[in-house]
């Protein structure tokens, strides 16, 4: 089994930033891809960004150019870095891991969830 554990999400004002960390321990595969999702509400999840073992980057495309994601691998630990942020990014955040050094934007394709990290953006 795995666990996820995010944190750092928290209340920022519109333009603010905030930075996202997912760490993930138990029976990892040896290479994975760390997706971040989202999910607003009363709207389905969608995906955010994806970032593979090597730490090539994958972004939806309304956060490319404010979001940034990062990792450790060695701390088996991702982050999200996000800047410029908007209202409409509030949601609630979620990492996942996918057993594959393949990136994907589909939640199927992820193996494990965290619980996820609520943002919120005032305007």
């Known amino acids: 089994q795995v666990q996820l554990v995010e944190s750092g999400g928290g209340l920022v004002q519109a333009g603010g930033s905030l930075r996202l960390s997912c760490a993930a321990s138990g029976r990892t595969s040896s290479y994975y891809v760390m997706g971040w999702f989202r999910q607003a509400p009363r709207k389905e999840r969608e995906f955010v960004a994806a970032?593979?073992?090597?730490?090539?980057?994958y972004y939806a495309d309304d956060v490319k150019g404010r979001f940034t994601g990062s990792r450790d691998n060695a701390k088996n630990t991702v982050f999200l870095q996000m800047n410029s942020l908007k209202p409409e990014d509030t949601a609630v955040y979620y990492c996942a891991l996918r057993g594959y050094n393949s990136a994907s934007y589909k939640e199927s394709d992820y193996d494990y969830w965290g619980q996820g990290t609520q943002v919120t953006v005032s305007s």
């Open positions: 970032i593979t073992w090597g730490g090539r980057t």
